[in-house]
């Protein structure tokens, strides 16, 4: 094939989004077109204000702004973009199931079948199709089935290139990632095919960071990724517990074992949980294909990992409770932060969700701050969960664009989002106007509790 000069991303989501921007920012002489059936998200996409894109990451507004209309583009005219385009990127959602064979592990495969099949019905010309969602080991050849087998004489070369962004920095891995990884077809067509890829990112990327092989060896490299990171989440969480019955403190246990060289400091900080969409969707995934292949002891071993996450919320909530004299009927609890980190607007898996859905059931009252997250979100994400009605949920749940307004007259304060603003708040204010005594229960261990203490507020955080 010959050099590579337009590019389309059916999905403008998270992933799809960010990544094509910056191939468009760096590749100036390739086309890139971003498209979607949502009319409002690619709405949001084109607005003027950059302020309002539908994704937040610090530094995409830059990026988008500098590459809009000169050569990336965002559209909902897919059959265009596909038929125009020498590359085509799927970046569409890959949830776990929620019916049938595999409900609650196997990954949803409808979005990405019906983008092989438009792009097979669409394509009269040899295309390059690159599997950018999260998918399970060899979905390609379910892509490629598909593809093949239309029978309009079009070649398709499959690869596997999957993300490692991380939200919140999700600008930076993008511009200056540990590796890119390509997967595709041994023979001569798929190393070709693997060719023109790396082409595209060594504009930016030095090339041995850009690694290559085969499909299914990619494939499994992204959910192995995402199940170690996991995996040491819960694992500190798990000394969390420990640490708080025996008088440990969890940070000083991390910082002693990330000293180690061979354990690393990172993905060591003790918190109410791990959310997003990559992290239980993908071990939930690892856990069916292990299950499927009849390996239980690898899926029991992976869905621990899930397991202790899950113990993690609920606890920190009954800590809630217990600590507020076994009742938080009829109280205020003020949340800041419902994005499942920093930095970002995605609420998807937070851990906040949780921790708010088992207070409502205790009767408290919620008042929500997130400085990037909207109130339809949050009711969206305790709707979605169907432990109450709709009615119920927005009546238990109340949102404020000012967090000292959120703080006023709660009993309590829960930190479940470590945005770095909470650290320069008025604290003393804050303790002034709540209801006495006054709790502060944080999440992420981010606030200085020595500081807190000293001003009158009774304080906890994670595995102290």
């Known amino acids: ?53 539908p994704v937040y990451e610090p530094g995409l507004d830059k990026i988008v702004g500098e590459a809009r209309g000169r050569n990336l583009f965002f559209t909902t005219e897919v059959e265009k973009a596909i038929d125009e385009a020498q590359m085509i990127f799927i970046s569409v959602n890959t949830p776990t199931k929620t019916y049938g064979l595999g409900k609650g592990k196997a990954a949803d495969l409808k979005y990405i079948e019906l983008c092989a099949r438009q792009i097979a019905a669409v394509a009269k010309d040899d295309k390059i199709v690159v599997e950018k969602s999260t998918l399970p080991v060899r979905t390609a050849e379910a892509v490629r089935s598909i593809l093949d087998n ?3 004489g079009v070649k398709f070369q499959i690869l596997s290139n999957p993300e490692f962004l991380a939200e919140g920095t999700a600008m930076e891995d993008l511009l200056a990632p540990d590796r890119v990884l390509i997967g595709g077809d041994t023979d001569p067509e798929g190393v070709a095919a693997i060719d023109a ?8 990327i030095p090339k041995e960071r850009i690694l290559t092989t085969n499909v299914w060896s990619s494939e499994l490299s992204k959910l192995t990724a995402n199940a170690f990171l ?3 989440v819960s694992s500190i969480n798990a ?33 109410v949980g791990f959310g997003g969409s990559c992290f239980q969707k993908d071990i939930l995934n690892l856990v069916y294909i292990a299950k499927s292949y009849g390996l239980d002891e690898v899926a029991d071993y992976w869905e621990q990992v899930i397991i202790m ?35 970002t607007n995605d609420t998807r898996e937070s851990a906040a969700i949780y921790v708010a859905d088992d207070l409502l059931y205790e009767q408290a009252g919620i008042a929500v701050y997130d400085p ?15 432990t109450r009605s709709k009615e119920e949920n927005a009546k238990g749940v ?12 709660a009993h309590a304060i829960a930190v479940l989002t470590e945005w770095d603003e909470f650290k320069g708040y008025d604290w003393q204010r804050i303790y002034d106007n709540m209801k006495k005594p006054a709790f502060v229960f944080d999440g992420r261990n981010v606030l200085d509790g020595e500081y807190l203490k000293s001003i009158g507020f009774v304080f906890q955080t994670i595995g102290k």
Request: hydrophobic share 40%.
């Open 230 to 232: 996991a995996q040491r």
């Open 239 to 271: 000394m969390s517990e420990l640490c708080e019955k025996t008088g440990a403190d969890v940070s000083e246990v991390a910082r002693a074992i990330g000293m180690d060289s061979r354990i690393g400091p990172k993905f060591l900080k003790a918190s």
């Open 197 to 204: 890829l790396v082409e595209v990112y060594a504009n930016w």
């Open 372 to 386: 990037k997250v909207e109130e339809e979100q949050i009711l969206a994400d305790l709707n979605y969960l169907g």
């Open 398 to 409: 109340t949102t404020f664009s000012d967090p000292y307004d959120a703080c006023k007259d």
């Open 1 to 53: 094939m010959s050099k590579i000069t337009n590019i389309c991303c059916i999905g403008a989501g998270y992933v799809g989004g960010p990544t094509m921007a910056v191939i468009a920012a760096k590749c100036p002489h390739i086309k890139v077109t971003i498209v979607d059936l949502n009319v409002a998200r690619i709405a949001a996409w084109n607005d003027e204000n950059l302020d309002n894109l």
């Open 150 to 152: 239309t029978g309009n």
């Open 309 to 343: 996450n899950d113990h993690q919320k609920r606890r920190f909530a009954s800590n809630m409770v217990k600590t507020l004299y076994n009742t938080v009927s009829g109280k205020k609890l003020a949340f800041l932060g419902w994005a499942f980190k920093k930095d």
